[in-house]
Nanobody
Framework: QVQLVESGGGLVQPGGSLRLSCAASGRIVSINDMGWYRQAPEKQRELVAG???????NYGDSVKGRFTISRDNAKNTIYLQMNMLKPEDTAVYYCNAHGVLSSNWQRSDYWGQGTQVTVSS
């Protein structure tokens, strides 16, 4: 069984920064892509940022230039550095791991439980 555990959410003032972490654990052989999604109340879940095992990244238009995703393959962990936060960034942030190869040699996708980010004065 593979688990994704997120941490780092919280309450921050507009213009502030937060850093999210997501660690994948279990009988993992390799992970293809990992990423962060978010879902605000009454809105659809949207991609925030993604990163491949090789380090290629992509970002949602609303966070480009403010957020940075990074990855430590040895630790099966990704990070999301969020700067210049805005009230519209308020949402539950979910970690995703795509194409996780487990020790049973099957590939699956996994989601974390989510962490709340609130940007408010």
């Amino acid at each position: 069984q593979v688990q994704l555990v997120e941490s780092g959410g919280g309450l921050v003032q507009p213009g502030g920064s937060l850093r999210l972490s997501c660690a994948a654990s279990g009988r993992i052989v390799s992970i293809n892509d990992m990423g962060w999604y978010r879902q605000a109340p009454e809105k659809q879940r949207e991609l925030v940022a993604g990163i491949t095992s090789g380090g290629s990244t992509n970002y949602g238009d609303s966070v480009k230039g403010r957020f940075t995703i990074s990855r430590d393959n040895a630790k099966n962990t990704i990070y999301l550095q969020m700067n210049m936060l805005k009230p519209e960034d308020t949402a539950v942030y979910y970690c995703n791991a795509h194409g996780v190869l487990s020790s049973n040699w099957q590939r699956s996708d996994y989601w974390g439980q989510g962490t709340q980010v609130t940007v408010s004065s």
